[in-house]
């Protein structure tokens, strides 16, 4: 992603050296050697995907060194057209990357382009603007280990049992699979593919080692990988009162196992939720906070205290 925006910002071609230095994984490389391999490898899996990265000089007048850029003209899509449903399908897909991180990481980046004397054009990222927002902290440290190949430490906790271990994993990629987001990878300790729910990781994701230590196997399908690795669905068939904060919640409002009944006289809506283990269903309603409040069953309430008071000791 970053050579893909500083070749599509420039108006002009950039140099290898200038590339080195602008982009930091490339300027964190060890040698000139690994940073040939590393830029090598990543044009090619911009070519893959039908970027079409030019070569050329800036001066037609001069022999000057060659350089790099992205033709927005050729790069572009044209116009399309898209049935509802497939509207719909990468409207979701895009709110996988509506990130902080990553937006921050693009204005440091053309901050460090202009620094560096590359004349840019900020409309062209528009072309590539990612756009996502999902709730667990954990997920940008957790992405930002499968785009770089690095291995994570963290800190995890079992749906039936509340002690937490660590866990070191090499993680292939993140999947959104029935509501819940995962980190799907080879457990290194057990030596074999594993699935970690990531709003029960209970610390920082810490990485391990250094980037490209590892490689996704061939072949690998996450969703397939997912389905299979992922527990067996819970039987719902009890029901949780809960009160929620006007406007707040979607996710929880729209749950195919949710009712909304109708607003409270303090002007919250309560919401009549089917569900079956308590464990997992005290942490969906814990991680919005002041957001929703349980009503019933005790002991759900109970779960959701106790799990606050736990956020509350450790901060």
Known sequence: MNLLITLLVSRGYVTKAKLRELIPDYRASSSVEAFDKMFERDKDDLRALGVPIETGGNDPRFDDEHGYRVNRDAFELPEIT????????????????????????????????????????????????????????????????????????????????????????????????????????????????????LSRVTTAVQLVGEPRAFEVPEGTDLRSLTTALAPVPETRDRT?????????????????????????????????????????????????????????????????????AAVVRSA
């Open 82 to 197: 898209l049935a509802p449903d497939e509207a719909a399908v990468l409207g979701l897909a895009a709110r996988v990357w509506q990130q902080a991180g990553l937006a921050a990481a693009t204005s440091d980046a053309l901050l460090k382009l202009r620094a560096g004397g590359v004349e840019i054009d900020r409309e062209l990222l528009d072309v590539v603007r990612p756009h996502a927002a999902p709730d667990e902290p954990a997920f940008e440290p957790f992405w930002q280990a499968v785009s770089t190949r690095t291995t994570v430490r963290f800190g995890y906790r079992k749906a039936a049992d509340p002690a937490a271990t660590t866990r070191t994993l090499q993680p292939w990629g993140i999947v959104s699979y029935r509501s819940r987001w995962y980190v799907v990878g080879r457990d290194v300790e057990r030596d074999a593919p594993r699935l970690f729910r």
């Open 240 to 308: 949780a009162v809960v009160r929620v904060r006007p406007g707040r919640a979607v996710a929880l409002r729209h749950d195919r196992d949710a009712e909304v009944v109708g607003p409270t006289v303090d002007g919250w809506d309560t919401v009549r939720l089917r569900f079956g283990h308590v464990g997992g269903t005290a942490e969906t309603m814990a991680a919005y906070g002041p957001d929703v409040v349980v009503d019933a069953p005790e002991d759900l309430r109970a779960a959701v205290r106790e799990l606050l």
